[in-house]
């Protein structure tokens, strides 16, 4: 009897691994940071420094950004969280063609972006010690995705806008509503708890979520943060119509943005 159930496990326990599809496992953007899973080491503490950076961006780079807010502000759970601006195979996606300054872009090129639009600051050399932990960590979390791969279309924040325009007077009534308790009345939010959504301590003019169709596409999958997917995308869109009819700081394309120098030994 005893033989017999062994046997029954047995089975039911090989039928469960040839029912996981493991490739496609893989590709999945949710995915879990755990600091205990990490190599062992200089490389290990190199990811962790990369993670800590994109949740405490100001905190650990003061002098980087101006705008009051960390990366996980739009990369949520670390980049780590599908439709929340997910990180996870970003690092296969690189070098790739970039149509706003119309070359070619390393994976640093487009943190660097983020750093001038989307952090209003100013971005860390490309061999300085913290790039190196950025990309440790966005290589770390695209680990088993194969290079070359392009993001799931399922995995972007995207949604198809309503064909009317949107309507930024309804707009403020649902912001009055469903957002200002969190991102306040004035837009600026709670310094180190809600980033602001407006005013000189947001992301810039030539930030992506600057675009109305960006920022249409993250509040309907991810705000309000007590309550995702309560707005329809008429509603996100207003909203978002709303927030973005405020002032923002501008970005100066041509302020010189210079890498700072190191001595030949360290590289
Ligand atoms: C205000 C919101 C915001 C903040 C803050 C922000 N980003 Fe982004 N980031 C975006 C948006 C929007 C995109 C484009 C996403 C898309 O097109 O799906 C993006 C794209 C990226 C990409 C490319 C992703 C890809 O798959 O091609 C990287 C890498 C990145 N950000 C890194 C960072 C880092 C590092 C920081 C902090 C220094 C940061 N971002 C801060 C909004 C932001
Ligand atoms: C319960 C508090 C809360 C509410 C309510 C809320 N948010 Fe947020 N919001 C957050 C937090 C916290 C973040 C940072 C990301 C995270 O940690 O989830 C965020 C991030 C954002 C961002 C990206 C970062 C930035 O500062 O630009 C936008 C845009 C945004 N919220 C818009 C909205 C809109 C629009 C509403 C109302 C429909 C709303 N939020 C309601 C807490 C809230």
């Known amino acids: 009897m005893r033989a017999l159930f062994g046997i029954a496990a047995l089975a039911l326990a090989l039928a469960a691994c040839a029912g996981t599809p493991a490739p496609e496992a893989v590709k999945t953007a949710d995915r879990t940071y755990d600091p205990k899973l990490l190599p062992p080491g200089p490389l290990g503490h190199s990811i962790r420094e990369g993670h800590d950076i994109l949740v405490e961006t100001r905190a650990k780079m003061p002098s980087f950004v101006r705008a009051d807010m960390s990366c996980a502000a739009c990369h949520l ?74 993001q799931r279309e399922g995995d972007r924040f995207i949604v198809p806008l309503p064909s009317a325009g949107p309507d930024s007077r309804r707009g403020a009534a649902i912001y009055a509503q469903k957002c200002a308790t969190c991102h306040r009345a004035d837009g600026a939010g709670v310094s180190g708890t809600f980033p602001p959504l407006w005013g000189n301590a947001s992301f810039n003019g030539g930030a992506g979520m600057a675009h109305l169709d960006r920022m249409t596409g993250f509040v309907y999958f991810n705000m309000p943060q007590n309550a995702p997917r309560t707005l329809s995308v008429e509603e996100a869109y207003d909203v978002a119509a709303f927030v973005l009819s405020h002032p923002r700081p501008h970005f100066d394309g041509n302020a010189v943005v210079a890498e700072p120098a190191k001595p030949a030994r360290y590289y």
């Open 77 to 150: 759970d670390a980049g780590l969280k599908s439709k929340g601006g997910n990180l996870v195979g970003v690092y296969g996606r690189f070098p790739q063609w970039n149509q706003r300054s119309r070359r070619i872009i390393a994976l640093q090129d487009r943190i660097t972006e983020c750093f001038l639009y989307s952090m209003n600051g100013r971005a860390p050399g490309y061999a300085s010690r913290e790039m190196i932990a950025l990309v440790s960590y966005m290589a770390w979390i695209s680990r088993g995705i194969p290079m070359g791969e392009k």
